[in-house]
T-cell receptor, first 112, second 113 residues
């Protein structure tokens, strides 16, 4: 079985403060993990991808995520939020048989 | 490459009408996915194809929905007859390999009145 849980449906941060979006996964295989971002009225865009190389993955726009196998987590972080980061973020797990499972999304609000 | 291209971007129709959504995947990609996104249900996988063959259509809500991929560069999602509850944004995505990065189109916003 394969699943992904995004622990917060909404996160609100002030501009310039750190961002933490939490994701836990379950997979019977060595998974690939992804974070996608969706800005309002846009399609989803890949932020970063983990595929069993370095556990700390750097993505676009200053985001990064750390794969922690012992905690089955793949949390997304950014040191300093920008207004343009306001969007919805999806954590995705890909395991065996090419199955891809999307999380339910976390809406990030950035307060000026 | 122009990316995944979906048409139309917006569709407004009346209940009972047939609706056809179109998708052109990225050239060379062998997987194509159709998703539906609503406020209530979030992002749902409807169906996906590998090398033009439907692999998993368990997400298709009912028989009113059908999808085809006649060749590697084109896919359609048809709703017949349409109902107001079908109003949503429909996304198409393609990838090279099933578990790899999916590239999404801009979506079709469907409103059924």
């Amino acid at each position: 079985a394969q699943s992904v849980t995004q622990l917060d449906s909404h996160v609100s941060v002030s501009e310039g403060t750190p961002v933490l979006l939490r994701c836990n996964y379950s997979s019977s295989y060595s998974p690939s993990l992804f974070w996608y971002v969706q800005h309002p009225n846009k399609g989803l865009q890949l932020l970063l991808k983990y595929t069993s190389a370095a556990t700390l993955v750097k993505g676009i726009n200053g985001f990064e995520a750390e794969f922690k196998k012992s905690e089955t987590s793949f949390h997304l972080t950014k040191p300093s939020a920008h207004m343009s980061d306001a969007a919805e973020y999806f954590c995705v797990v890909s395991g065996g048989y090419q199955k891809v499972t999307f999380g339910t999304g976390t809406k990030l609000q950035v307060i000026p | 490459d122009a990316g995944v291209i979906q048409s139309p971007r917006h569709e407004v129709t009346e209940m009972g009408q047939e609706v056809t959504l179109r998708c052109k995947p990225i050239s060379g990609h062998d997987y194509l996915f159709w998703y539906r996104q609503t406020m209530m249900r979030g992002l749902e996988l409807l169906i996906y194809f590998n090398n033009n063959v439907p692999i998993d259509d368990s997400g298709m809500p009912e028989d009113r929905f059908s999808a085809k991929m006649p060749n590697a560069s084109f896919s359609t999602l048809k709703i017949q007859p349409s109902e107001p509850r079908d109003s949503a944004v429909y996304f198409c995505a393609s990838s090279l390999g099933g578990g790899n990065i999916q590239y999404f189109g801009a979506g079709t916003r469907l409103s059924v009145l």
